[in-house]
Every structure is written in C-alpha cells, then in structure tokens.
C-alpha cells in the first residue's frame, strides 16, 4: 500500500498543471479545491495581520472552533474573484498545507515558498461581540461567512448515540470536545437566535441568506419528527425578524417525510431545503453512513429528497456529497476513474428529478473514523466538480441557493458564475 | 499592464452628464455592450463598476475576464463630445467587506430598490482617444492617401 500511495502521489499532476491542462475550467475554483484538499497553514506574520477588530479570528461552528480560548485565527479565506475558501489548518494530510503569508503588505497563498494568488481573511459582523439579553456572546449563536448568516441550533448528531455516525464526520467529536472544554450547549435558544439575527441585519449589505444545520434528532413519534418542531421553533424565531414571509434561507437537514417537509414549509418562511446523501453509491452509503442506511435506507432517503422538490420546487432543493469519500477504503472505489463514472451517473439521476448535487472536498479530518486515509488528487476534485456543474446546465437547474456567495464551499457551484 | 489615468480622463469619468458604456465578452468571445451610469474612478485610479444584477450577463462576463484573464473595454463621451476608450482587466470583484459596504450604503441612497450584487475593480491598461475632431486630424496625418477623390476636386 506504501508503495502504491508513493507512486500515486508522483503521477499526480501539480496545480499548475491541472490548471494548463483544464483551461476551461475556472482557476480560481481549482485554487481554491486544492487549498481545501491540502489545507491551509498561517505564517507569523500572516497571522499578525489577522486583526480581531476587523477579521473573523472567532468563530463558533457544527464541525470545528477557532478562538473559543482566545486562540484567534482567520476563520477562512475570500480570493480576488470573490470565491470563499473554507479551510482550517489540519497538518496530517499526505500532502503538505499552503501557506498563507504576508508579503508586500498583502496577504496570498503560498507554495513551497512560491507565490500562488492573493487572499483575504473573512470579515467580522457588526454583531460579533454584542450580546443577547440573556448574556450569550452572539458570536456563539451564528457565525458570518462572507454573504451569509449560519446557525447551527442543535451541534450533536444522534446517529453517534450507537456509533452509526458517518464515518467522515467529527460533528460528535467536536461536539464532545467542546461541551468537555468550553461548556457548549448542544442546543440553542430561540429567543437567543432571534436576538442575532436582528442585530446582524442592522448591517446594510452583509448577509444574503440565513442558513441552518444540525446533527439528525432520531427522537419523535416518526423518526426526525423532534428534529422538524426544533427547524420549525428556530425558523419561526428567525422569520419574526423580516416583513415578509418567506426569507432567503435554506435548511440543510435530515430526510424528512413530505409531511415533515411540508410542515416545515407551512409553518415557517424557509425558502429551500437540503440533505446529504454524503456518497452516491448504495453499498457505499451503508459503510459510510451506517445510521443513515440502517434507519432510512439510501432508497428512501433519495426518494424523500426526490419529494422535496415537489414542496419546495425546482431549483429550490438540493443534495451534499462529500466529494471523495466514496475511494475511502476499505470498501471504497479502488480507481478515480470508477468512483467519478459512478458518482456523475447516480448525480444525473438526482438532476433528471430536479436536484442538484453539490460537493465539498473530503479533508479526513482528525477526530472523524477516516482520519488516516487519503483524499482524491487534484484532477479529480476538477473533473466532479465540471461533471456536477454541466449537469445543472443540462438540466437547466439553479443553484441560486448554495452558490458561491450563499455557501462557498462548493467549487462546482462557484463554476455556475459564468453562465 | 497597468497604466494611470490622467486627471482629465479622471474628470471625464466622473461627470455626471458623460455617457458610459461597458464592453465585455462571455466564454465564446460574443460582445455584450451596455450602457452603465455607475462606472466611476476609485482613490487607486482603478475604474469601478457597481453592479446590481447578480445573474446578469455582464456580471457574467466579468467573472469569465477575472478568471480567464480577458479584457473589457469602457468607452466614455462627455456632454461636449469629447470621447475615450479604456480597456482594462477586472482585479477584483467585492461581494463583501467594507469596500462593498460603502457603496451598498451609496447606491442604497441614490436607487431605492437596489441591490448591490459587486463591486468590480477594473485596473486600466491603455487609452484611447475617440474624439471625432482628433481621431480625424490623426487620419490625415497618418494616412493622407484614405480618402475620396472627389473632396480633393475643385
């Protein structure tokens, strides 16, 4: 296996080279899958030019923290073009992190010391160090990413409650870590919630879409009816924030039934819904996502996605894969070429009912089951993310609502910029 | 590469009566011209585009310039007839951050319904007179044998 990991990594191509060879593909979105695949790494000087009064060196999230001790750090980086790299130093990868530094007064991307393009930190919101009437620094409600507000209302997923979490996952690592550490609660307040987002809007032109998550609440009469009333009682506190209805927003949350779904959509001002397939592949989903096959199954959780589109309509409802985890072994695709046909071919049958598929980049964080693998090369994470973006264009479908300026985690929606 | 733009050029972008049109092109290299009153000069010298419509096709082709590295082509022509073309290269695009910000504040002011979608920085690389009077004094000069015979007859 040493062997074969050695030789994979000297016929992979550079970043300059994918870039030479995919010339049609936006260099800015390979940048950024690359960063992401590899991870970022700060300078001191780099870090010197993080200023808390101005940067997001704080931030609480689903998935991981920075700055809860006072440890600050950039949160994450914007490129010129305006696309957002989500990424945090992790230095156990096969490859080596880019380096942010600063140069020349600027900040850019480094690489082996060579210059690969200039970054920006994160903004911080107006709300940031405010706090709500009952004391909660509101920096621990919602976090700020450059065009959107995020609220996580539940951080621990019960999937984990007999080890069936997927296995890509830290959610039920950083949640044990930060309840242990900082006393996070798993579940926030919907007064506390309401209280934010009003303070966030005071803020002309910073945020564009209110988007929740949480880990799956497996409790109710139906499965996952706990974790609907809990969508519906933090989407009713957001929604006495706004004079209409319905409000920018979006839910990415478990497979709920259409009369989950259609609860949530009568009863609150959520305009688009998400869930995860995580791996499009069945037998593969059972292995990564045992909880999620063993109460729902990969059918059923497809076909209730498939009905969300009929509630929320066309454009409006969309699925998350984690881009490479579907070669995570044992069991895993053993080619890259295997794991893209499989994954473009079940992506087009989500399209053909009105769904797009968006990807992140697999990091095999520590904490999650996968720590130890090895994600995709960098020619991979190009052609998934051409092959999800010509998709949409074949299928006509919008992704308006996880795009580059909503999410940015995704860089096959960053290609739909160019129309 | 970049060039500055004199202050007379700067004078003429900024009047509020000039006429301003924006020139890109999208993947295929099909031209898209429109006319945009928001173009204006920032501190830097650097000519600034609000953009309002975030699935329009200039923003469109904008985004195809910044990442593919394609110029667009800014033509300007004052109340008095004086005209000139920039063309330039988008550096930046502002979607967030304090330079969004302020201009999010200003258009806000000036149209009501607004909804500042980016901020485009368009760094100038050359000029180009389009004034007829001197574009013509240029021709003769130049090139005295283009023209028609019968201007010359007596």
């Known amino acids: 296996m040493a062997v074969e990991l050695l030789n994979k990594k000297q016929t992979e191509l550079t970043l300059k080279e994918v870039i030479e060879k995919y010339?049609?593909?936006?260099?800015?979105?390979?940048?950024?899958?690359?960063?992401?695949?590899?991870?970022?790494?700060?300078?001191?000087?780099?870090?010197?030019?993080?200023?808390?009064?101005?940067?997001?060196?704080?931030?609480?999230?689903?998935?991981?923290?920075?700055?809860?001790?006072?440890?600050?750090?950039?949160?994450?980086?914007?490129?010129?073009?305006?696309?957002?790299?989500?990424?945090?130093?992790?230095?156990?990868?096969?490859?080596?992190?880019?380096?942010?530094?600063?140069?020349?007064?600027?900040?850019?991307?480094?690489?082996?010391g060579e210059l690969v393009e200039e970054v920006e930190y994160w903004y911080k919101p107006d709300f940031q160090d405010k706090l709500t009437s009952s004391g909660k620094p509101m920096w621990q409600i919602a976090t700020a990413r450059p065009q959107r507000l995020d609220i996580d209302p539940y951080s621990y997923c019960h999937f984990w409650d007999k080890g069936d979490g997927c296995r890509f996952c830290n959610m039920g690592a950083n949640f044990n870590r930060s309840k242990r550490e900082f006393n996070k609660p798993?579940?926030?307040?919907?007064?506390?919630?309401?209280?934010?987002?009003?303070?966030?809007?005071?803020?002309?032109?910073?945020?564009?879409?209110?988007?929740?998550?949480?880990?799956?609440?497996?409790?109710?009469?139906?499965?996952?009816?706990?974790?609907?009333?809990?969508?519906?009682?933090?989407?009713?506190?957001?929604?006495?924030?706004?004079?209409?209805?319905?409000?920018?927003?979006?839910?990415?949350?478990?497979?709920?039934?259409?009369?989950?779904?259609?609860?949530?959509?009568?009863n609150t001002g959520v305009m688009s819904f998400t869930s995860d397939m995580e791996v499009l592949n069945e037998k593969l989903f059972a292995s990564v996502c045992p909880g999620k096959s063993k109460l729902v199954g990969y059918k059923e959780w497809k076909?209730?996605?498939?009905?969300?589109?009929?509630?929320?309509?066309?454009?409006?409802?969309?699925?998350?894969?984690?881009?490479?985890?579907?070669?995570?072994?044992?069991?895993?695709?053993?080619?890259?070429?295997?794991?893209?046909?499989?994954?473009?071919?079940?992506?087009?049958?989500?399209?053909?009912?009105?769904?797009?598929?968006?990807?992140?980049?697999?990091?095999?964080?520590?904490?999650s089951v996968f720590q130890n693998q090895n994600n995709p090369s960098l020619e991979y994470y190009v052609r998934l993310s051409k092959g999800l973006y010509e998709l949409r264009k074949k299928y006509d479908l919008s992704i308006d609502m996880d795009n580059y300026r909503r999410c940015g985690n995704h860089p096959d929606s960053d290609l739909d910029r160019v129309l | 590469m970049a060039i500055r733009l004199e202050k007379d050029i700067i004078e003429l972008v900024e009047e509020d009566k000039a006429v301003k049109v924006l020139a890109t092109t999208?993947?295929?290299?099909?031209?898209?011209?429109?006319?945009?009153?928001?173009?204006?000069?920032?501190?830097?010298?650097?000519?600034?585009?609000?953009?309002?419509?975030?699935?329009?096709?200039?923003?469109?082709?904008?985004?195809?310039?910044?990442?593919?590295?394609?110029?667009?082509?800014?033509?300007?022509?004052?109340?008095?007839?004086?005209?000139v073309q920039i063309k330039g290269?988008?550096?930046?695009?502002?979607?967030?951050?304090?330079?969004?910000?302020?201009?999010?504040?200003?258009?806000?002011?000036?149209?009501?319904d607004a909804d500042l979608a980016a901020v485009w920085v368009i760094e100038p690389e050359e000029i180009r007179e389009e004034t007829y009077k001197i574009r013509k004094a240029e021709e003769e000069k130049n090139h005295p044998l283009l023209l028609h015979l019968d201007r010359l007859a007596k």
């Open chain 1, 186 to 266: 798993a579940r926030l307040d919907a007064e506390d919630v309401y209280e934010t987002v009003r303070e966030a809007l005071k803020q002309p032109g910073r945020f564009t879409n209110i988007k929740m998550t949480a880990g799956s609440i497996l409790s109710g009469e139906e499965i996952f009816d706990d974790e609907v009333e809990m969508y519906i009682e933090i989407l009713q506190a957001v929604g006495r924030n706004f004079k209409t209805k319905r409000f920018p927003s979006q839910i990415i949350a478990s497979a709920f039934s259409e009369k989950q779904l259609a609860r949530i959509y009568e």
């Open chain 2, 89 to 112: 290269i988008p550096v930046k695009c502002h979607i967030t951050g304090p330079v969004f910000e302020h201009y999010y504040k200003i258009i806000s002011r000036r149209i009501q």
């Open chain 1, 303 to 367: 076909r209730r996605i498939f009905a969300a589109v009929d509630i929320f309509g066309r454009g409006f409802v969309n699925t998350g894969i984690v881009g490479g985890v579907e070669t995570a072994q044992p069991g895993g695709f053993t080619t890259e070429e295997d794991a893209l046909k499989a994954t473009l071919e079940e992506a087009e049958d989500f399209a053909q009912h009105g769904v797009s598929t968006v990807h992140c980049v697999w990091v095999p964080y520590p904490g």
């Open chain 1, 23 to 112: 010339s049609d593909i936006s260099p800015y979105a390979i940048i950024k899958a690359d960063v992401q695949r590899r991870t970022v790494v700060y300078s001191e000087r780099a870090l010197e030019a993080a200023d808390k009064n101005i940067h997001q060196v704080q931030a609480r999230g689903i998935f991981a923290s920075v700055g809860e001790k006072h440890d600050y750090m950039p949160v994450s980086l914007i490129l010129r073009d305006g696309l957002s790299i989500l990424t945090g130093p992790v230095t156990t990868l096969r490859n080596a992190p880019y380096v942010v530094d600063k140069i020349d007064g600027k900040l850019y991307l480094t690489d082996s």
């Open chain 2, 26 to 83: 999208d993947k295929d290299g099909v031209p898209h011209v429109v006319f945009k009153g928001s173009l204006n000069i920032d501190r830097d010298g650097n000519l600034i585009y609000l953009e309002l419509l975030e699935s329009s096709r200039t923003n469109s082709n904008l985004v195809n310039s910044i990442w593919f590295n394609k110029k667009v082509a800014v033509s300007v022509k004052s109340e008095d007839g004086r005209s």
